[in-house]
Each structure stands twice: as C-alpha cells, then as structure tokens.
C-alpha cells in the first residue's frame, strides 16, 4: 500500500535521509574562553611613614609654585595687584581671593584624583620616591576612589593630623584617609 508520501522508511522513492552538517550554535563567551585576568602586581612592601612625608612635602612645594604662577596670572589678568598676594584690603581683591582659594582647591584635587587613578598610580611626589596607590589588593584605583582619598585626607586634618601620623604604626601602614579609601600606599 502506497500513498503519497510513499510506503515507508525503506521506500526506494524517498531521498537517501544522509545527515547533515549543522554548524554549532554561538556560545556565548565564558570565562573559560577568555584569557585570565592578569595578576595582581607584587610591591615589595608598604611605604613607610618619612617617605610618605617626603612625597607629601615634594607635592606640597610643586603645588604651591603652581599656584603662585597661576594666581599671578590671574591677577594680571584681572588688573589686581600681585603683591602682595595675600592683601586682601579692597573688597574686589577680597572676593577674588576666594576664587582663587576655589580654583586652589580644584587644581588640588584634580592633581591627586587623576594622577593617583593613572597607570602611574602615583602623584610626581610619590613617582620621584617609587610609591604606589593602589587598592586594597595592590591593582590600581579609579578616579572615584582617588576623589573620596582626597577628601577624606579632610578627616586626616580635623584629627590634628592624627590621622596622618597613623601611617606610621598601623599594620599595613595606612593613613586614616586611606583607611577610609580602602587604599594603600606600597613601594614600586
């Protein structure tokens, strides 16, 4: 008995059922296809109290040449005495002390945050003596945490500088601003 899709699996009518090459579905990438993730790089030690001081003081004095330079400019622009910089006699020359104050800080605060989240890791201050800023498993930090770093170095300050000196007799050698950072400072 035929019908018309023929009589069975072994009709002679029928296509030879060869199988048929199916190309693999698209797998989706998975850890195990990527390569690993490199490793944590190794610092020798955690730096030490004086040598973070020294980088401290390094950036201080770089900062502050900076900052006469550019608030010079600024006042010559503004047609405002240059010295002193610190007279504050007129009501203009007191307000644009405060904007110079602001920019200060500005300046400050980019230095640090984009400098300590670089592939340098570290301020011209920190490189000139082999330091790091790193997380808290020694890979580098974003410009988040370097932000939070910097401003947390305010609480640092409110301790008289307690949370400075702290750097010097804590375990892994961390200021209280890097504590709350959950950062450390090691030697390259």
């Known amino acids: 008995m035929s019908s018309i899709y023929g009589s069975g699996p072994g009709d002679p009518s ?5 199988p048929v090459a199916v190309p693999p579905a698209p797998v989706a990438p998975s850890a195990t296809l990527l390569p690993p993730p490199a490793p944590a790089p ?3 030690e955690y730096a030490g109290f004086w040598r973070r001081v020294l980088a401290s003081i390094l950036d201080t004095f770089l900062l502050i040449a ?6 010079g ?3 010559t622009a503004a047609g405002i005495s240059i010295t002193p910089l610190w007279d504050t006699s007129s009501e203009a020359t007191a307000v644009f002390t405060v904007v110079e104050n ?3 800080l500005v300046v400050d605060w980019v230095y640090f945050a984009v400098l300590e989240s670089s592939s340098r890791q570290a301020t011209l201050g920190k490189m000139a003596l082999g330091l790091v ?8 930090i974003g410009f988040g945490r370097a932000t939070g ?3 947390a170095k305010l609480l ?23 504590m709350v950072a959950n950062t450390l400072v090691l030697k390259v």
Request: hydrophobic share 50%; charged share 20%; glycine share 8%.
């Open 133 to 140: 800023v790193t997380d808290l498993t020694g890979q580098r």
């Open 66 to 71: 900076a900052g006469v330079l550019v608030k």
């Open 42 to 44: 190794r610092y020798a």
């Open 73 to 75: 400019v600024m006042r």
């Open 14 to 18: 029928l296509p030879s059922a060869e």
């Open 102 to 104: 602001l920019v200060a």
């Open 156 to 178: 640092s300050i409110l301790t008289l500088c307690i949370g400075f000196a702290m750097a010097g007799f804590t375990r892994r050698k961390q200021a209280l601003h890097d």
């Open 149 to 151: 770093r910097y401003f």
